[in-house]
């Protein structure tokens, strides 16, 4: 006679019991019986309420999705000839999309007879890594492709703590105006 090892509905071992006698539980109780381990010897089979155990592991599917990081990746194009303001605004540009949590892959576009001075866009881009070296590290090294120089910097912190951070510093302004104001009546 084929038996199952039983497990009760809140997780305590019932022991191993003939399948028939497990299905009158079941009923008994008004819950499913479910096989959990179809391999073991004896198979195990638990008493659980199979609807709400799938909307449960549905639920939590639904929240691990929800918390996951999506690595978005920015693109920031310069030119080797860039002027001082122009390379000041795309730092500040690298410098948000970094403390977010995004990658960056900064493109040098040469034209004409700038292609003939790779080294030029080398060093900008070295440059570039420097000055954001607190907030990014470099993940693939510049390297030249046709006529684009391109290389991607990776944030120091993930996308999830990056969010978290920008969350509490919100929260804390809203808190320090709520006081300065006092609050809305």
Known sequence: ???VRLVGPNGEQVGIVPIAKALDLARES???LVEVAPTARPPVAKLMDY???KYESAMKAR????NQAHTVIKEIKLRPKID????????GHVERFLK??????????FRGREQSRPELGFRLLQRLAEDVEELGFVESRPKQDGRNMIMVLGPHKKKS???AETRT??????????EEHGSPA
Do not use: C, N, W
């Not at 977010?100 to 576009?109: C, F, H, L, R």
């Open 161 to 163: 703590e990056a969010k």
């Open 63 to 66: 929240d691990a999705r929800r």
């Open 100 to 109: 977010a949590g995004d990658k960056v892959k900064v493109t040098i576009m």
């Open 1 to 3: 006679m084929p038996e």
């Open 51 to 53: 609807g709400k155990f």
């Open 84 to 91: 001082p303001h122009d390379y000041g605004t795309k730092k």
């Open 30 to 32: 008004d819950l499913d």
């Open 169 to 178: 510093a919100t929260g804390s302004r809203a808190r320090r105006q709520q």
